[in-house]
């Protein structure tokens, strides 16, 4: 038998009925399988067929069973320090100052484009009031203090560098984007530690502009213990696994930029000033290296938070102890891995993908929370796979599986869970992950186990497929 999987929204129909199969007898909300299903033909080569259709579910194999639970790096943070009263008018000191720069600028760019920057009138305070009451809390001086000046650059002026500044209607705080707890990675830290919470996106983080890019300028309003509240940071579309600290604030990027224009930093390109200020690097900063083979030395540790050790015939854990910022290691095509992964005392997720494994210290490592293995041909102990939160061992040989620590969130096979569910294992899960070649049938009654939920399931067989020899 041979099967073929899909979901919803592909058109399988259109091959069944190109083999001019009657299906009257399919039920209606099978062949209308409106927006959401998931369904599996199996062929016999004879001309058979089975199909299964479940319902209710694109992916039924995935299930989130607490959907308030955030892996680290994802819980929202605490309140942030409110500041100065909403509704107090801006420090006429900070204005002053604010206003002198922009100026400053503007007169730069008059004597070097040859015409006055194309800016929008000010905002008022009773416009910022409404944003901050609609945010919640209070702006920093100087970005207040930038909008009653210049209520947004969308001729994007050059007055914060290759950034500018959006309008008070868009000024919001960060929203991530959406993330499987199955595919999340660690979050890193930001240059330099101390300064920027570790967090994958925080609704402190207030968004005021960007370049244009998809690339987002915030102020942090609710910074790590050496950070200040109303630093600037970016993230966006360029960014995987941190933000960038831009500047200690947004004052800091006027004075940056007026300092180059001083200095002579600057040129003008068609028609458009492009000033060179010591915090636009143009480029985003990595976090990862990759080693073929063999570790080699790496100069920088800050670009060695993520590593990938690929077509390593033995990999040694302790290789990569001189990686003091090592976080996220991915072991590919490895074929043994041996050594101490206490050696690596900031590891917070390890992937393996090896013929064998031969480590210690994965069991109640603790700072490890993400666990992954694949292709060991060898059997696992569960001691060794205990205390993370994230685990995933589908195809895993692991004899004594009932006495798992079982971790929030789990990615088995389909023989995996039944296991654990007769030993009554997978109570305290917030998700699960069946990753198994098993029929589409078993698949949705593990998932219907686990979840106490009924996933409707139509079954229909028929005869009429065309044959198709082959080898």
């Known amino acids: 038998m041979a099967r073929w999987r899909s979901g919803a929204r592909t058109d399988a129909w259109g091959s069944l009925r190109t083999a ?24 016999d080569g004879l001309g058979g067929f089975t199909l299964t259709a479940a319902l209710g579910t694109p992916v039924p194999g995935k299930i989130v069973l607490d959907p308030e639970f955030r892996l680290p790096g994802r819980q929202m943070s605490a309140a942030a320090a409110p500041g100065r009263p909403i509704g107090v008018p801006t420090d006429p000191a900070v204005l002053a100052e604010v206003r ?8 730069f760019h008059t ?16 416009e910022l009031t409404a944003v901050e009451t609609r945010l919640g809390v209070r702006l920093p001086e100087d970005l207040r ?3 009653l000046v210049l209520a947004n650059d969308f001729a994007e002026s050059g007055l914060l560098g290759r950034y500018s500044h959006t309008k008070l209607d868009w000024v919001e705080p960060w929203e991530s984007w959406p993330e499987s707890v199955f595919e999340q990675d660690p979050v890193y830290t930001v ?12 609704p402190w983080w207030v968004r005021f502009g960007g370049d244009r890019a998809c690339n987002n300028l915030f102020v942090d309003l609710d910074p790590d213990v050496d950070g200040t509240r109303g630093q600037v940071i970016e993230h966006g ?4 696994g941190a933000p960038r600290l831009v500047a200690a604030s947004v004052r800091d990027m006027l004075v940056d930029v007026v300092t180059a224009l001083r200095a002579g930093r600057h040129e003008v390109r068609r028609g458009a000033l492009d000033v060179a200020a010591t915090f636009d690097t143009g480029s985003i900063e990595p976090h990862s290296t990759t080693f073929i083979g063999v570790p080699t030395e790496v100069d920088d540790p800050w670009r060695a938070q993520r590593v990938s050790l690929v077509d390593a015939g033995v990999a040694d854990l302790a290789d990569l102890a001189n990686l003091s910022l090592l976080t996220d290691l991915n072991i590919v095509r490895a074929g043994r891995v041996v050594g101490d992964a206490r050696r690596l005392p900031r590891l917070e997720s ?8 031969d480590t210690e210290g994965t069991g109640g490592h603790p700072e490890l929370w993400d666990l992954s293995l694949s292709g060991v041909q060898q059997a696992v102990r569960a001691h060794d796979l205990g205390g993370v939160i994230r685990l995933s ?3 895993i040989d692991v004899p004594d599986l009932e006495s798992l620590d079982v971790p929030k969130v789990l990615v088995a096979d389909a023989a995996q869970v039944e296991r654990l569910l007769r030993a009554d294992k997978l109570r305290a899960l917030a998700a699960l992950s069946i990753e198994s070649r098993a029929p589409l049938a078993d698949v949705v009654r593990l998932r219907d186990q686990v979840s106490g939920e009924r996933t409707e399931v139509f079954h229909v067989s028929g005869q009429g497929l065309p044959v198709v020899a082959g080898r």
Do not use: C, M, N
């Not at 002198?100 to 007169?107: M, Q």
């Open 111 to 126: 004597d070097l484009v040859g015409s006055a920057p194309t800016w929008a009138q000010p905002a008022t305070e009773a």
């Open 100 to 107: 002198a720069l922009v100026e400053e600028f503007g007169r």
């Open 350 to 357: 390890l992937s393996i993908d090896a013929a064998a494994v």
């Open 393 to 395: 061992i589908a195809g």
């Open 237 to 240: 579309r360029d960014f995987h």
């Open 20 to 43: 001019q199969i009657t299906l009257d007898d399919l039920p209606r909300e099978v062949l209308d399988l409106a927006e959401v299903g998931r369904y599996e033909v199996l062929v």
């Open 191 to 202: 240059r330099p530690a101390g300064r920027v919470k570790r967090l994958s996106h925080s």
């Open 145 to 147: 203090a930038l909008y």
